[in-house]
């Protein structure tokens, strides 16, 4: 895949196509949001901010420039096309899984990781899920419809079934989405408590971790279309990818980053933080 010299990536992630381990795409779309809409515009701002960071990780002590990623940009996306989108989605993560790469990406709201999520899957059939997350997501449908931001965990069980769905940080949802979970899915109210043991029980299992930037609190992170009080620390974060360096992540994704509710910036800061640290978990 030829890249455009001329074209933003974010820092570190400018190694060409063939010769990287990790694909970065940016999956602009926001056609679901039931809150407040704006997540269309993180991955290009997150480009953008990225080059306050500095390449090195002194949480990994690991560093972007010693290993191959490459950012090919923002797929194009028929807005106001659900299906569609997801269609898009999800083939260009086949090409990136078919070439045995990793692809990891950059929302827009959370709908965005299902194709995602399905092209794994497809490949990876002992698929275990992580879901990082202030929200259940486990709708059923949500204004009539399957696909939604606030269905998209529900939808990933359709495709890997019980057992195999590991959610952190669960602090919001209605009474029957935690009811649900009893029965379907490993699910941790309010904190990570349990991440050793569930990294431990994953052993070498292929992995998917999803990152809605909504886990951290509102103080941390008051750029995101659906803030909910009482999350997580910045450092509880980068706890988080420490212990995720243990397993076999196969595809990752961070979404839900609205960067324009935060003119400070800072919610933009810490996102490309955090995408910094995941990659750098996922590298070799």
Same mark, same amino acid.
């Given at each position: 895949?030829?890249?455009?010299?001329?074209?933003?990536?974010?820092i570190g992630f400018d190694s060409e196509y063939e010769d990287s381990e990790i694909i970065v795409f940016g999956a602009p779309f926001d056609g679901t949001t039931s809150f407040r809409p704006g997540a269309r515009f993180a991955p290009s701002i997150m480009r953008n901010?990225?080059?306050?960071?500095?390449?090195?990780?002194?949480?990994?002590?690991?560093?972007?420039?010693?290993?191959?990623?490459?950012?090919?940009?923002?797929?194009?996306?028929?807005?106001?096309?659900?299906?569609?989108?997801?269609?898009?989605?999800?083939?260009?993560?086949?090409?990136?899984?078919?070439?045995?790469?990793?692809?990891?990406?950059? =929302? @827009?709201?959370?709908?965005?990781?299902?194709? &995602? /999520?399905?092209?794994?899957?497809e490949k990876y059939e002992n698929l275990h899920i992580l879901h990082f997350d202030a929200h259940t997501d486990l709708r059923d449908e949500l204004f009539g419809e399957k696909l939604s931001h606030a269905t998209v965990i529900r939808r990933a069980w359709d495709l890997v079934g019980d057992n195999r769905i590991h959610q952190f940080g669960i602090r919001s949802g209605e009474r029957e989405e935690f009811k649900w979970a009893e029965k379907h899915t490993n699910l941790t109210k309010f904190t990570y408590e349990g991440l050793d043991e569930t990294v431990t029980s994953i052993g070498d299992s292929p992995v998917y971790v999803t990152i809605d930037l909504d886990i951290l609190d509102p103080s941390v992170m008051s750029g995101t279309g659906t803030p909910?009080? =009482? @999350?997580?620390?910045?450092?509880?974060?980068? &706890? /988080?990818?420490?212990?995720?360096?243990?397993?076999?992540?196969?595809?990752?994704?961070?979404?839900?980053?609205?960067?324009?509710?935060?003119?400070?910036?800072?919610?933009?800061?810490?996102?490309?933080?955090?995408?910094?640290?995941?990659?750098?978990?996922?590298?070799?």
């Amino acid at each position: 895949m030829q890249k455009h010299k001329n074209v933003l990536t974010f820092i570190g992630f400018d190694s060409e196509y063939e010769d990287s381990e990790i694909i970065v795409f940016g999956a602009p779309f926001d056609g679901t949001t039931s809150f407040r809409p704006g997540a269309r515009f993180a991955p290009s701002i997150m480009r953008n901010e990225s080059y306050g960071l500095e390449t090195y990780s002194p949480y990994l002590d690991k560093d972007l420039e010693d290993t191959k990623i490459c950012d090919v940009g923002d797929l194009e996306l028929p807005l106001g096309n659900t299906e569609k989108t997801m269609m898009v989605i999800e083939e260009f993560s086949k090409d990136v899984l078919n070439s045995n790469k990793i692809p990891v990406m950059i =929302g @827009g709201e959370h709908l965005v990781s299902y194709p &995602v /999520i399905k092209s794994v899957y497809e490949k990876y059939e002992n698929l275990h899920i992580l879901h990082f997350d202030a929200h259940t997501d486990l709708r059923d449908e949500l204004f009539g419809e399957k696909l939604s931001h606030a269905t998209v965990i529900r939808r990933a069980w359709d495709l890997v079934g019980d057992n195999r769905i590991h959610q952190f940080g669960i602090r919001s949802g209605e009474r029957e989405e935690f009811k649900w979970a009893e029965k379907h899915t490993n699910l941790t109210k309010f904190t990570y408590e349990g991440l050793d043991e569930t990294v431990t029980s994953i052993g070498d299992s292929p992995v998917y971790v999803t990152i809605d930037l909504d886990i951290l609190d509102p103080s941390v992170m008051s750029g995101t279309g659906t803030p909910e009080p =009482g @999350g997580i620390s910045f450092n509880d974060m980068m &706890v /988080i990818i420490e212990k995720l360096q243990r397993l076999n992540i196969v595809g990752a994704d961070v979404v839900e980053l609205s960067p324009h509710y935060d003119q400070s910036g800072a919610s933009t800061a810490v996102a490309c933080k955090v995408l910094r640290e995941l990659v750098l978990a996922i590298s070799n």
